[in-house]
Every structure is written in C-alpha cells, then in structure tokens.
C-alpha cells in the first residue's frame, strides 16, 4: 500500500523515496541489443567472459623476446625470425637465440622475457642485451585481465562506454537489457505557449519537458510527448488516459499545488490511488505520485526549477527502480561557503551553487544567484547543488557544507 496521503505536515524526502521505491518492481522484460545499441541501458543479467583476456602471452614492447636466462653472459643473441601482432612467430627460441617481437604480438615458444629496443644494440642477424633481465620481463600474461569463466558485469548495471569496450573485449557483441521503459511526458497549464510561437497575454513559454526529455533520454528511457494540456477536466481526462494505457510510468508538471490540486486531483482520483504530498524539499515541495490504472504517476510541480530538482530527487530513483538498476550513492563532497547562505529550517534545500578550489586546494562554494523556483538561469549556470538538511538555519561564511556536483548527476 502507497504511504498515506494524509501523512501530516511535510514529508521528509527520505520517506517519500521510501514510499515510492517500497512500492515499486523492476520491469521483468529485456531485450538483447547490439553493443552499439546497449549505452546507458540496464543489463538484465550477469555476463560471464567466455574467453581468457588477454587470449595469450603476449609483448607489452616493441623489442626482442628470449629466454632470460641467456641474459647472463655478455654474448650476442641470434636474431631467427619476427613476431608481429596478429602473425606470430610459428618456431621455437632455443639456447643463444632472440625473436624480433611487437607490442601484442605473442611470445614464441621457449622464450620466457621480452627486452624492449631501446635497451639492445643489433647487429645484423646478432642482437646484444645491455642488462640482465627477470622471467616475465615485459609479457602480458594470458587472463591477467579476465580468466575465462569470470563474472565480467553484474545485472543491475547501467552500461557507460568503458563497460562495452570490456563487454567488446571478451568477444560479445550484443547483450541483454532491460526493455526501454515507456514515460509519458504532460505539461499542464492554460499560460503555457509552445516556444516558437508568439506569446499569447498572460502567456509563458512552455519550458519544462525539454529538460524533463533529456534526462529520460540520458536515463535509455522512451518517451512519449503528449504535449501541453489545457487545465480543463475533459482535456485533463483524456491525456491522463492515453497516457495511462500506453506508458510504464507517467510523468506531469504543473497543477499539483495547492490552488491547483483538487483540480488534477479529482481526475486522477477518478483513474487510481495518488498521493498528493508536501515533500519537504525545496525548490519543490508538492508532489504526487502514486498509480494511474496501469502505468505509475508522478505528478512534479510547475516550477521551471522545482520540477528540473525533484525530478532529479525523487523520479531518477523512481526510473532507476524500475529499470533494476543497482541502487548507487549519490555523490557529496564537503566545501567551505564561500558567503553566508540564508536558509530556513524546515525543508531541505537544493541551492544551486557554484564550487572551486583555490590555490591552496580548499574547496568553496557559493550559492548562484537568485534562488527563487521559477529562475531557470541558476541551474543552467550552477555546476552543483549545495544541500542543506531539513532543520538546518542560515549556514554563516566558512562554515562546511555538503555540495552534490551536476556533473555525476542526470542532467
Ligand atoms: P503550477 O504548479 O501549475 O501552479 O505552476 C507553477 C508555476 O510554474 C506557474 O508560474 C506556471 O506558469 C509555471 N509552469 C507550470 N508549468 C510550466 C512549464 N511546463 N514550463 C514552464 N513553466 C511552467
Ligand atoms: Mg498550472
């Protein structure tokens, strides 16, 4: 059961991501995609190396390979043939004898160490070591990256770009992920213009779905743009709807606060069980979330800043959920405030900030500008939050606070 709707007072956002992701499984459905294809989507299950990498011992030099043992005397060592990467060298190095031997070429049998050019002299078909090496000496042995059989990525994860070249590097070229999850996109509001058009009086431009888009399409998601909907019940009803039966989770912007509420609220309480919330966060504050009559609702407030902050907040581990993404920690760093930040107990704020290190390496930060929720600006310019816990009061200069930076973040 969804947390109570009349839970009193604000509610810590601790416990509306409890409610949230206490409710909420992982789409059981993958599909196998081309690596290519598979960025930034969730593996749906373990993948384990079907090969030893590297396959074998191989030079991590251009140079000469040997046994190291005929290093010892001061005598020249016969050059008897060449080993490149890709067309090794088919014979075997026997007493007194050296291969020539490229980076990843591998080492032919009977050599065990590999000197690199720069420290022989070579003298037609007689190579002269100038020191003595080890055993082992520059070669990449077989599996010392991945033994064959290993567990190369967990289920669970998000694929970045270094997870596909190892996926690549074991010689699998598609994988299974979880299926793209299906969100729809509603903005609501009479004031609302589509940019490019002339603005209507009273009228503002429509700005919210464009980060909202970005930050499903960053997260593999596929989106569905119903638009923007008038605030009247018929057109409320059948946007809540379309999108309710094509989508795994619906997502809206404006008429979630007060004045707006039980507009919204009687339609969506016509189609499921939503909670409306004040979350103790700021910018932000009310929320709804809860279940149309198939798809998962969060309904963000207008606010330009306020539904860019608790899309962040609370629906990127909504969709991380869902899409049975290994739960990870956000990041925080702790910085000095470089000004005093005004601040008042009660909500916990998301300020927008700026932070740097001085000469000295200490890191500061410092709010970015106006921190009201409609001005866009101090997002598009900040590269952190400053996050001040819930019943924290104004924060003087110097004092130490936690910042979270932008760019570890969906942005
Ligand atoms: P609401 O949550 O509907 O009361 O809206 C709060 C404020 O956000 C109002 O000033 C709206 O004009 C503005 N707003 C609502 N939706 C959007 C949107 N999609 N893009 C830009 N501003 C919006
Ligand atoms: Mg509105």
Redesign the pocket.
Known sequence: MIASCDTPGLLPIFQALKAMLSNISPLKDSQSLPLLEAYSRVLASDVISPIQVPPADNSAMDGYAMRAEDLTSNEPLELIGVSMAGTPFTGEVTLGQCVRIMTGAIVPKGANAVVMQENTQVDKQLVRFLEPVSKGNSIRRAGEDIECGELVLQKGLRLQGAHLSLLASVGIAEVEVVRPITVGLI???D??TPPGQPLAPGG??????YALHAMLSRLGARVIDFGIVKDDKPSLRQAFKNADCQCDLVIS?????V??ADFVKDILDEMGQINFWKVAIKPGK?FAFGKLSKAWFCGL????VSSYVTFQQLVVPVLQKLAGEQATEAEYFVAQAATAIHKRPGRADYQRGIYYRDEAGTLWVKPNGKQGS?IMSSIAHANCYIVLAQDHGDIAMGQHVKIQPMNGMVS
């Open positions: 903005a609501t509001g004031e609302l503002i431009y429509e700005s919210n779905r912007s404006g008429g979630v606060s004045g707006d009310p407030p207008g606010n330009p409609g």
